[in-house]
């Protein structure tokens, strides 16, 4: 794809979101199909005065290894991967798939035991990440497949993808700042509260929401994702201190391409205690169990990005839309407040727009899917 979006995005993910300075060392994570921006990214990189390489990987790949992996190859941990993650000063990943549904009829175990085995990896990452010592973004690379997905062409979803990240704009980097000081007057103002109550209406297939989160302000920290580490980017979110009630989420919540139909989470003292799916639930239970921390809350979060209006089946873009909540189940970020440890970290949203509300300490805040301060995202 021969787009000059891809350079403006290429600029953004470099010189924005992930400051690359002289000397740093850049890994490129990405499918090999999302070679044009591979090498905007990697030129960019040069210009920046980085040291670029791209570490390749496949579906293809991964489609032979979970039909080949022994019991031992599932629990390998790749020396290489992690002397990766231990080394590098920026990480740049691209999701490009070719099939996302190419893991569907794996056994879910087998997912789970290869997602354990990685838990140093990713309890590696989050921690550098955590202490500044590694930046890092993903982002989305439009393929056939994920256009599919959100059942739309090609072309549209190529729209889709690139006005989410403002890049449709003359400067997309000073569009993004301008959000960051929004949201920052949101998190300012969660930041000085304990409890956040998340409601939504039943409906003719659920029960509804109703969903009380501890977010002690002297333990749970509000971060501000404006396009530093998700690109495109748009939520405040905080590790959560605790976590009761129970949440229908309206959207299937989608994981290695698996899609959940219809879940129910029910949590008390911050853990899952009653799950159910009207898809795919046998692949909800083992995600859950795979660990100790899987049941657990790991975040808790309002998606702010009033540019992304549709569900696409596509995590990066579905927690952000703007109006909704999302929540984690499995690893939590330290910088914001969790020490939950887990290979799994799961979001799975939840409409607001609607009739839902969110109040913190008791004050409603947001209703109907916006904000009621006007001076906030979405106004």
Not at 61 to 67: G, I, R, S, T, V
Not at 176 to 186: D, K, L, P, S
Request: hydrophobic content about 35%; some cysteine; aromatic content about 10%.
């Amino acid at each position: 794809m021969n787009d000059p979006r891809l350079a403006k995005l290429a600029d953004v993910l470099v010189n924005y979101s992930t400051k690359v300075k002289k000397g740093d060392l850049v890994a490129i994570n990405s499918d090999p199909v999302a070679m044009p921006l591979i090498e905007a990214v990697y030129k960019a990189v040069l210009l920046a005065g980085g040291h670029p390489f791209w570490q390749p990987r496949g579906d293809s790949l991964a489609d032979l290894f979970f039909e080949h992996a022994t019991d031992d190859q599932l629990k390998f941990l790749n020396p290489i991967s992690m002397h990766t993650v231990e080394t590098v000063d920026v990480r740049i990943g691209f999701w490009a798939d070719v099939n996302t549904k190419s893991l569907s009829r794996i056994d879910p175990k087998k997912i789970a035991k290869q997602r354990v085995a990685n838990t140093p990896f990713m309890t590696t990452f989050m921690k550098r990440a955590a202490e500044g010592d590694l930046r890092w973004v993903g982002t989305q690379y439009p393929t056939l497949a994920s256009a599919q997905d959100a059942e739309m062409s090609l072309a549209q979803y190529e729209k889709f993808v690139f006005e989410a990240g403002l890049l449709h704009l003359a400067d997309p980097a000073a569009a993004w700042q301008e959000i960051h000081e929004r949201q920052q007057r949101v998190c300012d103002y969660l930041q000085t509260k304990d409890e956040i109550h998340y409601q939504a209406p039943p409906t003719d297939k659920h029960d509804g929401t109703d969903l009380r989160v501890n977010v002690d302000k002297s333990k749970s920290i509000w971060i501000n994702c404006s396009g530093g580490e998700n690109f495109p980017d748009g939520e405040v979110f905080c590790g959560p201190q605790g976590a009761d009630g129970h949440v229908n989420y309206s959207f299937p919540a989608v994981y290695n391409g698996r899609e959940v139909e219809g879940v129910r989470l029910e949590f008390k003292d911050n853990r899952v205690v009653n799950a159910s799916a009207t898809k795919n639930e046998e692949f909800l239970f083992a995600m859950l169990d795979q660990d100790a921390g899987a049941r657990t809350m790991g975040e808790i979060a309002i998606g702010t990005n009033y540019s992304i209006k549709e569900f696409s089946k596509n995590t990066l873009f579905d927690e952000k839309i703007g109006g909704t909540f999302h929540a984690a189940c499995g690893a939590g970020y330290p910088e914001s407040g969790s020490n939950n440890e887990s290979a799994l970290h799961w979001d799975m949203v939840c409409d607001l727009r609607t009739g839902g509300t969110i109040k913190a300490d008791a004050e409603t805040f947001h209703q109907d899917g916006h904000f009621l301060n006007k001076t906030w995202p979405g106004n």
